[in-house]
């Protein structure tokens, strides 16, 4: 079972519900070790005393918020919570919408919601049902204040199945408009967009539709550079990246293009490969053989 990164309670009207928040993604990206290319040793990076030079322990640090230039004020782990203990410790519904209504633009982080009490008593996992099943039933999710570390987030509770989750919201004002963009009307007539062109392309849409099914997409990129570092390991020098295929040079012709000859060669492929149902899955990457390279030594960086 996953550690929960915060405890607290759902407000939901004069009702609490107390629960712990656990994270919902399964971070899987490559991470590589930034190298002195001179001699192949991993870099390691120091806190360090900007007047004295010395090397600081995390003992030592605090947090300290400039109000004037070369002055701080220290500000604690318990001083940011005793700023507002209920914001802290609360997952606060203000308002329920339709979850139709919130634009896909505005969701950016989930984490589960689960009944904090593990044992048998019979108080918070009811309200905890009575929550789930009432927005399930109405189809409503909750718009949600709550604070995480040391920054406030605006959320939406919603069920998933036998859970609640919680999906941290970007502010209207962290999303940029299009309004700079310089983009074509909505009507598509009177755009250079002919009517069988268009009938095509619905055409094109109709047969590539499916159900959605999230688990039949993979990182194909990440399988295929952990290949090109087994093949390194493997052969013990550099390869050079293949050039792209003529087709897809092809592709990147800037002149005019033929819509209804590139729409009679997509009719009948189902979009090609990405979505091509009945092919099998790739190949799990293959695991790194250990070679002899030097150890990292203690607090070295990772880059991402």
Do not use: C
């Amino acid at each position: 079972m996953p550690r929960s990164i915060w405890k607290g309670s759902i407000s939901f009207g004069l009702v609490q519900i107390p629960v712990a928040l656990y994270p919902a993604e399964e971070p899987n990206e490559l991470h590589f070790t930034q190298l002195d290319k001179r001699n192949m040793t991993p870099i390691r990076y120091e806190r360090v005393n900007r007047e004295t030079g010395e090397t600081v322990s995390w003992d030592d640090i605090v947090r300290g918020y400039p109000y004037e230039k070369g002055e701080y004020v220290v500000m604690s782990d318990e001083d940011l919570r005793r700023a507002n203990v209920e914001a802290t410790q609360t997952v606060d519904i203000l308002d329920f919408v339709d979850e139709s209504d919130i634009d896909p633009m505005y969701y950016d982080k989930p984490y589960y919601l689960a009944p904090a009490s593990q044992n048998k008593k019979k108080s918070p996992v009811t309200a905890y049902v009575l929550l789930r099943e009432a927005l399930r039933k109405t189809g409503k999710v909750g718009i949600a204040k709550v604070v995480i570390r040391t920054r406030e987030h605006i959320a939406a509770v919603r069920p998933r199945g036998r859970a609640l989750v919680l999906n941290l919201l970007r502010f209207a004002h962290e999303l940029r408009t299009d309004e700079e963009l310089d983009l074509p009307e909505m009507e598509a007539e009177g755009k250079g967009l002919g009517k069988r062109e268009l009938e095509m392309a619905e055409r094109l849409v109709a047969e590539m539709a499916t159900d959605w099914r999230p688990e039949k997409y993979k990182d194909e990129y990440r399988d295929d550079v952990m290949k090109l570092i087994e093949k390194k390991v493997k052969s013990g020098q550099t390869t050079t990246p293949a050039e792209p295929a003529e087709e897809e040079d092809k592709r990147r012709d800037t002149g005019t293009v033929d819509l209804i000859a590139l729409l009679k060669k997509s009719l009948g492929q189902k979009g090609g490969k990405a979505a091509n149902d009945d092919k099998e899955p790739r190949e799990s990457s293959p695991k790194v053989r250990k070679t002899d390279t030097p150890k990292r030594k203690s607090g070295s960086r990772r880059a991402a």
